[in-house]
Nanobody, 120 residues
Framework: QVHLVESGGGLVQPGGSLRLSCASS????????MGWYRQSPGKQRDLVAT???????NYADSLKGRFTISRDNAKNTVYLQMNSLKPEDTDVYYC??????????????WGQGTQVTVSS
């Protein structure tokens, strides 16, 4: 089992910045991907960004250039630096960790979600 604890959300004005953190613990595989997703009320959970243990990143096209994902493998922690925030970035942000077995089967684990509100 994997436990994820998120922090760093809050209220920020348009154009501002926030840094989200997600610390993981438990049975974390060497072959894992960590990432961030976000979800608005009544909508599906959407990809924000993912990062492999080797530092390979993947971003939602609409967020490229404003958001940066990074990780500290020693701490099993993933971060999301959010700059130039817009009101449409307002969402609940969820941390994700995917443990992948050699067979290709995987397990997904999710954080509790942290609210990001961009408003003046």
């Amino acid at each position: 089992q994997v436990h994820l604890v998120e922090s760093g959300g809050g209220l920020v004005q348009p154009g501002g910045s926030l840094r989200l953190s997600c610390a993981s613990s438990g049975s974390i595989f060497s072959m894992n991907v960590m990432g961030w997703y976000r979800q608005s009320p009544g909508k599906q959970r959407d990809l924000v960004a993912t990062i492999t243990g080797d530092g390979i990143t993947n971003y939602a096209d609409s967020l490229k250039g404003r958001f940066t994902i990074s990780r500290d493998n020693a701490k099993n922690t993933v971060y999301l630096q959010m700059n130039s925030l817009k009101p449409e970035d307002t969402d609940v942000y969820y941390c994700n960790l995917r443990n992948t077995y050699l067979s290709g089967i995987y397990d997904d684990y999710w954080g509790q979600g942290t609210q990001v509100t961009v408003s003046s």
